[in-house]
C-alpha cells in the first residue's frame, strides 16, 4: 500500500468510525452527509467517491461492525472455555447485538434492502460459524449422535429467535435467562435428568 492509498483508507476509516459512533446514538439518519465530511474533515465529494451513497455508508459501518462481532465469537470459539458457557455467551451476546444491528437498520431510507444485505452476510459468513460452534459441541459429546446440521441449526436459531423476542418487551432490562437455566434447558430440555432417571427405572 502506498502513501495515497494508505492515506485514503485513514480517511475511510474516519468516516466509517463517525457513522457508527451517530449510529450508536441513533442520530445517523438526521446527519447529513455534508455534517458527516465535516467531522471527518474530507471533501462531500470524497465521501461519495469512497462509499457512493449514504446507504452504502450506513451499510458499510454495519458491515465492519457484523465483522467485529464475528471475530470476537472466533476468537471465544478457539478460547479454553467451557462448551455450555461457550454457547451461553455467543446467545446472549448475539440476542443484544440483533438489537443492536436492527436498530442501525432503522436509520436506513430503504430497510429492505438493508436487510437482504445484512442477511446475505449471516448467510456467508456467520452461518458457517455457527456450524463450527456446532461442530465442538458434537466432538465433545454434548449433542445426540445422528442430528443433522440442518435440524441443530433449526434448535439454535428457535431459541434465538426466543430470546430476541424477549430482548423486545419490557422486560428486557432483565437478564434474559441465568446461564444455569440456559445450561439446563438448551442442552436438557425442561426434564432435564430426570427424563434419563425415569426411563431407567422402566
Avoid: W
Wanted: glycine content about 4%; charged content about 35%.
Amino acid at each position: 500500500m502506498n502513501g495515497f492509498e494508505r492515506r485514503t483508507e485513514q480517511k475511510k476509516q474516519l468516516i466509517l468510525a463517525i457513522t457508527k459512533e451517530k449510529l450508536n446514538h441513533d442520530r445517523f439518519h438526521r446527519a447529513t452527509i455534508k455534517e458527516i465530511a465535516k467531522e471527518a474533515k474530507v471533501s462531500q465529494v470524497s465521501i461519495y467517491n469512497y462509499f457512493g451513497s449514504k446507504d452504502e455508508l450506513l451499510f458499510e459501518a454495519i458491515g465492519e461492525m457484523m465483522e467485529e462481532q464475528l471475530k470476537r465469537y472466533e476468537h471465544l470459539l478457539e478460547g479454553q472455555m467451557s462448551y455450555p458457557k461457550l454457547m451461553y455467551t455467543v446467545m446472549t451476546e448475539e440476542m443484544k447485538f440483533v438489537k443492536v444491528i436492527n436498530d442501525c437498520m432503522k436509520q436506513s431510507a430503504d430497510i429492505v434492502a438493508m436487510q437482504e444485505r445484512v442477511d446475505r452476510f449471516l448467510e456467508m459468513k456467520f452461518i458457517p460459524f455457527l456450524l463450527r460452534l456446532i461442530q465442538r459441541g458434537l466432538e465433545e459429546q454434548y449433542m445426540a449422535e445422528g442430528l443433522r446440521e440442518d435440524e441443530l441449526l433449526f434448535y439454535f436459531n428457535m431459541y434465538q429467535k426466543a430470546m430476541n423476542q424477549f430482548q423486545e418487551t419490557d422486560r428486557s432490562d432483565h437478564a434474559v435467562i441465568s446461564e444455569e437455566r440456559f445450561i439446563q434447558f438448551f442442552f436438557k430440555g425442561l426434564m432435564g435428568d430426570m427424563r434419563v432417571a425415569k426411563i431407567e427405572k422402566r
